[in-house]
């Protein structure tokens, strides 16, 4: 008997479509994998053109009259474009839907962080008041199952009421369908934007949250007296607020085969923000062997032994972060080992995790 699983595909269609897109991505990519062919997939999508390139999302697509500023008002109260077979609807955000489909059908939320608490400077006051109105709807809303992606946060929202049988833990994966463009042609595309030789690698958005001002500071420093940190490269879109690269060899949004060249050939990736919902960057650094220093703040490596980790806030600790990063192994056997620190978070078992919150 098929089951029928509706994903709402929003995210899409935002001017910063951020990680969780890649969360959205990842997860259908995590269910075809499962080649179960009970499982039939649907995407939800608002009216207009999405923001990012989403030809390869294996998904069958339905597209409602409703752009997506609409969308985001109206599915708190009305399930607009779920299809009526859904036998679970999965909303991949607090914006929705958390309605529709079949009469026993299964709702469920995935929650990312709580940012706009941990660090209100991220967000503007309108967004502050929509993501608090919408998680106290969601502690109300007992039919609604909570879908966590960040460590720790289930335990955050049990102990604000919400009841344990309601909420459902998920880990988040690296993509490894994608093979990294060789060495060679990683040397050629930094070579046309004036890099030459070894380089220190940040990816993500350019924010404000994201800690750069120190993180330039403190390469700065360090290179002073490293010199094979190399040149600091940004990686990735400009995100929320005014975040300029500095002295920074900013390079934006690369495709993502060269993306994991850069984490394999860097000197160093940091990855050092004031707050962090979960941080995907640094594991996709690990899966490739890269050496990193990551803020005490993140979620996702803030138990890994493998990684080095400073306090966001001083960027005497972020210098050395550095520094003492490059005295870690770059054999073969060191990278393996930092690789298999992250083998456990794969899509298949990210989608593994959401059906077990689904059953």
């Not at 059908?105 to 400077?121: F, G, I, N, T």
């Amino acid at each position: 008997m098929t089951r029928t699983v509706s994903i709402s595909l929003d995210q899409f269609y935002r001017p910063q479509p951020g990680g969780i897109a890649t969360y959205v991505r990842g997860l259908v990519g995590g269910l075809n994998a499962l080649g179960d062919d009970a499982l039939a997939l649907i995407g939800i999508a608002p009216k207009g053109s999405p923001t990012q390139d989403v030809s390869e999302l294996a998904v069958r697509w339905v597209t409602t009259w409703a752009p997506v500023e609409v969308l985001t008002r109206v599915w708190s109260r009305w399930p607009l474009g779920v299809p009526a077979q859904s036998d679970v609807v999965h909303a991949t955000s607090v914006a929705g839907p958390f309605a529709g489909g079949t009469k026993r059908a299964v709702h469920s939320v995935a929650l990312h962080d709580l940012l706009w608490r941990d660090e209100p400077s991220a967000s503007t006051p309108r967004g502050i008041k929509f993501h608090e109105r919408r998680l106290q709807m969601l502690k109300r809303r007992d039919d609604v199952r909570i879908v966590t992606t960040a460590p720790g946060l289930a335990q955050r929202l049990m102990s604000e009421g919400f009841a344990k049988e309601r909420v459902h833990e998920s880990r988040l994966g690296v993509g490894d369908e994608t093979r990294s463009d060789a060495p060679d042609q990683v040397r050629a595309f930094l070579s046309e934007h004036g890099v030459v030789g070894p380089f220190t690698l940040y990816a993500g958005t350019r924010e404000p949250r994201k800690n750069l001002g120190r993180l330039r500071d403190a390469h700065a420093a360090a290179l002073a007296s490293n010199v094979e940190l190399g040149p600091l490269v940004f990686v990735g879109p400009q995100g929320w607020g005014s975040e300029e690269g500095g002295d920074a060899v900013v390079l934006g949004l690369v495709a993502r085969s060269m993306l994991q060249g850069l984490y394999r050939d860097a000197s160093v990736v940091a990855y050092v923000p004031r707050a962090e919902g979960w941080g995907l960057p640094p594991v996709e650094a690990l899966h490739e062997g890269a050496r990193v220093v990551a803020s005490t703040t993140t979620p996702s490596v803030a138990t890994n032994d493998e990684v080095v980790l400073v306090d966001p806030l001083d960027v005497d600790a972020i210098t050395a972060g550095l520094i003492r990063a490059l005295s870690l192994g770059t054999d073969e056997v060191a990278r393996q080992r930092r690789s298999a620190t992250v083998s456990s978070l794969t899509w298949k078992n990210v989608a593994l995790d959401h059906l077990a919150a689904w059953a």
